[in-house]
T-cell receptor
Framework: AQKVTQAQTEISVVEKEDVTLDCVYE???????LFWYKQPPSGELVFLIR??????QNEISGRYSWNFQKSTSSFNFTITASQVVDSAVYFC???????????????FGKGTKLSVIP | EPEVTQTPSHQVTQMGQEVILRCVPI?????FYWYRQILGQKVEFLVS????????KSEIFDDQFSVERPDGSNFTLKIRSTKLEDSAMYFC????????????FGDGTRLSIL
């Protein structure tokens, strides 16, 4: 069974501070994919990034960066110089890499609510 | 950029009534999904659909639920006899072919059961 744990329920930071959102996962699969999604107050789910289990390179996209460590089963997300528009709930998710059944369903964590205070 | 569209955005229904939630996935996608999010909680998988049939379903997806792809563009979720606990945001998603393709979500339908 797959499981994703986001231990931080809510985080508040002051604008321009850096913040890291933690994600720890469990899976029996040797190959899998990890994702981060953003859910702003308007409610939609926005895809941010995908990482496959073969690739442990960290990734940076503007103010966002992701640190994948297979040895600790973690896929953490850092926002540098946070802005008010970053206020949202952030979900980490996991899916299998190969699905004979054609599912590839996402298993989500409970989410971390980030509030950036001006 | 192509997107997943869901209608209606908000549905209010009396308990025991049938409800149909509609989705138009991204046109060249072949995998379709429904997820549910009870207010303030995590997003939960309901069902996946591929090659015109259900590929996997969760324990939430009981006999009251059904999915259909009635034509080449729509993907629907039907709840036959709604219960109060069905009140939630329902998200449709679709993904392209290939390992690790991300699922793209619609804006959701907020279902309120009275």
């Amino acid at each position: 069974a797959q499981k994703v744990t986001q231990a931080q329920t809510e985080i508040s930071v002051v604008e321009k501070e850096d913040v890291t959102l933690d994600c720890v996962y469990e899976t029996r699969d040797t190959t899998y994919y990890l994702f981060w999604y953003k859910q702003p107050p308007s409610g939609e789910l926005v895809f941010l990034i995908r990482r496959n289990s073969f690739d442990e390179q960290n990734e940076i996209s503007g103010r966002y960066s992701w640190n994948f460590q297979k040895s600790t089963s973690s896929f953490n997300f850092t926002i540098t110089a946070s802005q008010v528009v970053d206020s949202a709930v952030y979900f980490c998710a996991l899916s299998e890499a190969y699905s004979g059944a054609g599912s590839y369903q996402l298993t989500f964590g409970k989410g971390t609510k980030l509030s950036v205070i001006p | 950029e192509p997107e997943v569209t869901q209608t209606p955005s908000h549905q209010v229904t009396q308990m025991g009534q049938e409800v149909i939630l509609r989705c138009v996935p991204i046109s060249n996608h072949l995998y379709f999904y429904w997820y549910r999010q009870i207010l303030g909680q995590k997003v939960e998988f309901l069902v996946s659909f591929y090659n015109n049939e259900i590929s996997e379903k969760s324990e939430i997806f009981d006999d009251q639920f059904s999915v259909e792809r009635p034509d080449g563009s729509n993907f629907t979720l039907k709840i036959r006899s709604t219960k109060l606990e069905d009140s939630a945001m329902y998200f449709c998603a679709s993904r392209g072919t290939g390992g690790g393709q991300p699922q793209h979500f619609g804006d959701g339908t907020r279902l309120s059961i009275l």
